[in-house]
């Protein structure tokens, strides 16, 4: 955290099968980070989302759209395909403002 910017990264720490589950896990991973630095999913500003299959992006809104919750708490976001550890299928860098 810096002048009141929380910076966090997660990913799943269970390393769970499939894309659904790691997504849930590493949201669930990321509300812990943000609350735990006195914010929280609306204090998000930015998000980045990696992805190892970025065709795998359908299934991943799925649970990012429940997670994230009404519209207007929505935080610029960009998803992208990359090269990920082994196993892992998702990792998600934000930047949120202390709330």
Same mark, same amino acid.
């Given at each position: 955290?810096? &002048?009141?910017?929380?910076?966090?990264?997660?990913?799943?720490?269970? =390393?769970?099968? /499939?894309? $659904?589950?790691? #997504?849930?896990?590493?949201? &669930?991973?990321?509300?812990?980070?943000?609350?735990?630095?006195?914010? =929280?999913?609306? /204090?998000? $500003?930015?998000? #980045?989302?990696?992805?190892? &299959?970025?065709?795998?992006?359908?299934?991943?809104?799925?649970?990012?759209?429940?997670?994230?919750?009404?519209?207007?708490?929505?935080?610029?976001?960009?998803?992208?395909?990359?090269?990920?550890?082994?196993?892992?299928?998702?990792?998600?860098?934000?930047?949120?403002?202390?709330?």
């Amino acid at each position: 955290m810096s &002048d009141g910017i929380v910076y966090a990264v997660a990913t799943d720490p269970q =390393g769970s099968d /499939g894309i $659904l589950a790691q #997504t849930q896990n590493a949201l &669930d991973e990321l509300n812990r980070i943000l609350e735990k630095a006195g914010s =929280g999913r609306v /204090g998000l $500003l930015q998000a #980045t989302v990696y992805l190892s &299959d970025v065709k795998q992006k359908p299934e991943m809104d799925t649970i990012w759209i429940d997670w994230i919750g009404p519209e207007e708490n929505w935080p610029q976001r960009a998803c992208i395909g990359v090269d990920l550890d082994e196993g892992c299928l998702i990792e998600i860098v934000v930047t949120a403002k202390v709330i």
